[in-house]
C-alpha cells in the first residue's frame, strides 16, 4: 500500500507579492481575497488539498509589516511568527528588485529553520531577466534555500512544477483533516473577506484600511418569495464618521454598490440566493482596541 504523505506548508513574505494568488493557484478554489493593494490579507488563512495519497495544509499568512503602527499590525506579524513553529515546508515569496532588508527580524528566523524552504520569485511576467536574476542573487547570498522557483502566480507559470515539488517533500504523516474539508475557517468568514475585497476595490486612500467587517447574522434556508435564501447581516466597522459617510456614500448610492457587488460573490461562492444587509458604525481606534481586536479574531 502506498505511504500517505502529509504537511503543513506555509507561505511568508513581504505585502503584495502574491501569497494569496499563489495560494488560490495551488488549491484550486478562490480561498483568500486578492486585490492590487497591500496589506489585504490580515489573518491566517488554511486551506487543504486532498488527493487520495497526500494532504497539504497550506497557510497563507498576513504581509510582514515592517514598521507597525497599530496593534492590528502587531498581531499580524504575530500570524506570521506561527508560521515558523507548524511548517513542514516554508515558502519565502519575493518579486523582482526586492531587496533583503536585515532589519526584518523574522527574516533572520528563516535562516535556522531545518526544513526545506524555499525561495518563490514571483511576477517573472512583469520582470526582466536582469531583474530576476540580480534578485535571486541577493537572496541567495542571505539565506540557503532548499530551491528556488520562479512563478507567475496570477498566470499559473511553474505553480505546477512548485506543487510536484512540495508533494514530493512532505513528510509521511496522517490525515490532518477530513478530505471533504478545503479549509479551517467557517463560512462566516469567507463572507466577511468577500466584503474586504469589495471595500478595497470601490473605496479610496484610507478608507479599505479603516475598516473591518464581522458578520451579525447568518441565517440559511430562509423562505422567500423565490425559494429558500441565505440571508446575512454585516457591520462595517470604520474609525470615524466623515469614513463612514464616504463608505454610504451620496444617497446611499456606495453602499448598494458596495452591497450589490457583494451579494453576487457570496452566492457565487456558497451556491444559493442571498440577503445581504449591510450597516456601518463608527468605532474609533478599532485596530488599536484589545477587546475588539479579539472580537474581530486577531488576538
Known amino acids: 500500500m502506498e505511504e500517505h504523505r502529509s504537511g503543513f506548508v506555509n507561505i511568508i513574505g513581504r505585502p503584495n507579492v502574491g501569497k494569496s494568488t499563489l495560494l488560490n493557484a495551488l488549491v484550486g478554489e478562490k480561498m483568500s481575497i486578492i486585490t492590487h493593494k497591500p496589506q489585504t490579507t490580515r489573518h491566517r488563512l488554511v486551506a487543504i488539498l486532498n488527493e487520495e495519497r497526500f494532504q497539504i495544509i497550506f497557510s497563507d499568512t498576513p504581509g510582514i509589516v515592517k514598521n507597525p503602527a497599530y496593534k492590528m499590525h502587531n498581531s499580524m506579524n504575530r500570524f506570521v511568527k506561527g508560521a515558523f513553529e507548524d511548517a513542514d515546508i516554508m515558502i519565502y515569496m519575493v518579486t523582482p528588485n526586492e531587496p533583503f532588508d536585515p532589519e526584518i527580524q523574522l527574516l533572520n528566523k528563516l535562516k535556522d529553520l531545518k526544513i526545506p524552504t524555499y525561495l518563490v520569485l514571483n511576477k517573472i511576467d512583469i520582470g526582466t531577466e536582469e531583474e530576476i536574476e540580480k534578485t535571486i ?25 512548485l506543487l510536484g515539488n512540495i508533494i514530493e517533500e ?80 451620496k444617497g446611499g448610492s456606495l453602499i448598494k454598490k458596495l452591497g450589490t457587488q457583494s451579494r453576487k460573490d457570496i452566492e457565487a461562492f456558497i451556491n444559493t440566493p442571498v440577503f445581504l444587509e449591510l450597516h456601518v458604525k463608527v468605532k474609533k481606534d478599532w485596530r488599536d482596541n484589545e477587546q475588539m481586536l479579539n472580537k474581530l479574531g486577531y488576538q
Open 137 to 161: 542573487s541577493v537572496w541567495k547570498e542571505q539565506i540557503n534555500f532548499s530551491k528556488i522557483f520562479r512563478i507567475s502566480a496570477l498566470q499559473k507559470t511553474e505553480t505546477q512544477n
Open 170 to 249: 512532505l513528510p509521511e504523516g496522517p490525515v490532518y483533516y477530513p478530505k471533504d474539508q478545503i479549509t479551517d475557517r467557517p463560512m462566516r468568514f469567507f463572507v466577511t473577506e468577500i466584503i474586504r475585497q469589495h471595500i478595497m476595490t470601490i473605496y479610496k486612500q484610507e478608507i479599505p484600511y479603516s475598516c473591518e467587517v464581522i458578520i451579525e447574522y447568518y441565517q440559511e434556508n430562509q423562505p422567500s418569495k423565490k425559494g429558500n435564501i441565505t440571508k446575512i447581516g454585516a457591520i462595517i466597522f470604520v474609525n470615524r464618521e466623515t469614513q463612514k459617510q464616504i463608505l454610504i456614500g
